[in-house]
């Protein structure tokens, strides 16, 4: 069941919230309210902006994006659904799953009378059924709900992860604190497994690392902007970090080649050994809330 975007405007639209298509003909809707300026589209379910009030977005986009309905959207929060990074059998399926370039249905738009939006939309991706409510205030909470569709009685496994890309003055200067004592795969070292560091992780070349067991909040603190961004979630064993740096940013087409000093992905996932196994009559919660504070 897809929309058009009349009855988008007919049925899902409140105050603050308008849908539209963009000049690729992808719909999305945007947020402009007195608590947060937001975006976000059919295509993936993707969010691609979150300003709360008072702030520039906190949202990466790159400039170089493409935005075609068989490509993942580059930058704001894609989603990796039901695996992470490449296919572990077969390399000619698309990187992080399929929830990423396939177009969402929408379920309801909502806002309160204190003027929360709440947005959910919903795909299936065999044998998977899947949920996405987001709630949009000074605070931008994604809640992943995953359960097995109902013809479909056999527990399965899943990997899945919020792939948020960060804004940053200048990743040179900015600091991630709260993983100081999380074991990682560091995957720009033959994925070995590393000690924890014991100390804030700054950023001096490529990083792509996922930390195993990491159940703590996050803060992204960033001097330039004198910002800290606050990431705290349920459900969630592993914090993926990464900025791909000088070369890996050069060979990507969809990503500018000096864009990599003013961003970083904190991803909120399971994976790996802390892949997900779902069973028949269950829903997997995933959550996480981002909120932004100056200092
Ligand atoms: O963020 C971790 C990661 O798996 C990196 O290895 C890098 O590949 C990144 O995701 C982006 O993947 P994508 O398929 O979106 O280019």
Request: aromatic share 10%; glycine share 4%; hydrophobic share 40%.
């Amino acid at each position: 069941m897809h929309f058009d975007l009349a009855k988008l405007c007919s049925e899902h639209s409140v105050e603050g919230l308008r849908w539209s298509t963009d000049n690729h003909g992808l719909i999305r809707f945007v947020i402009e309210s007195e608590r947060c300026d937001a975006e976000m589209y059919l295509h993936g379910a993707h969010i691609t902006k979150f300003a709360p009030k008072g702030h520039k977005s906190i949202l990466w986009m790159s400039s170089q994006s493409i935005f075609h309905l068989d490509k993942p959207i580059r930058g704001g929060v894609p989603i990796c659904f039901p695996w992470f990074g490449p296919h572990p059998v077969d390399s000619s399926l698309p990187s992080h799953g399929w929830a990423r370039i396939q177009t969402w249905d929408l379920k309801s738009v909502t806002k309160t009378p204190a003027g929360v939006f709440s947005v959910e939309m919903t795909t299936t991706i065999k044998p998977f059924k899947l949920r996405y409510v987001v709630n949009f205030s000074e605070t931008l909470e994604m809640l992943l709900y995953v359960s097995l569709l109902d013809t479909h009685p056999t527990a399965t496994y899943f990997e899945e992860a919020l792939h948020s890309y960060f804004a940053v003055s200048s990743i040179h200067d900015i600091q991630i604190l709260g993983l100081e004592n999380a074991q990682f795969i560091d995957k720009v070292d033959s994925a070995r497994l590393k000690e924890p560091a014991k100390r804030e992780l700054l950023f001096s070349g490529e990083i792509d690392r996922v930390y195993l067991d990491a159940t703590s909040e996050t803060q992204l603190v960033d001097p330039g902007l004198s910002r800290t961004i606050k990431i705290t979630k349920r459900n969630s064993s592993n914090t993926v970090v990464w900025n791909p740096w000088i070369e890996k940013s050069r060979r990507m087409p969809d990503f500018g080649d000096d864009e990599w000093t003013k961003m970083v992905c904190i991803e909120t996932a399971n994976v790996l050994d802390h892949k997900i196994l779902v069973s028949a009559g269950e829903e997997h919660l995933l959550a996480v809330q981002v909120e932004a504070f100056h200092h």
